[in-house]
Nanobody, 122 residues
């Protein structure tokens, strides 16, 4: 049974940093993608960053240069620097079928974590 458990969210001031983690267990896929998505109140869930099983990455334009996605064998990370109030959202970890770079990892069959809240105050 696949499980994704996020941690690392919290409240920070504008310009601050946070590091999100997603511990993944129960999967044995050789080719896959993982990603971070976020959803703010009243808005649709959107991609933040993705990574595929070859290590290629992708980012939403709004976070390029500020956020970095990385992973070890079983843990996905999102280093978030220079945070802005508009980054405030619930952040979700995703494991899905292979998509190069992981940008479209939210499509099709996959798994979601329960989410971790990030709040950035001005």
């Amino acid at each position: 049974q696949v499980q994704l458990v996020e941690s690392g969210g919290g409240s920070v001031q504008s310009g601050g940093s946070l590091r999100l983690s997603c511990a993944a267990s129960g999967f044995t896929y050789r080719r896959y993608c993982m990603g971070w998505f976020r959803q703010a109140p009243g808005k649709e869930r959107e991609v933040v960053a993705g990574i595929d099983s070859d290590g290629s990455t992708s980012y939403a334009d709004s976070v390029k240069g500020r956020f970095t996605i990385s992973n070890t064998k079983n843990t996905l990370y999102l280093q978030m620097n220079s945070l802005k109030p508009e980054d405030t959202a619930m952040y979700y970890c995703r494991l899905g079928a292979y998509y190069s770079g992981g940008y479209y990892c939210g499509r099709g069959f996959g798994y979601w974590g329960q989410g971790t809240q990030v709040t950035v105050s001005s």
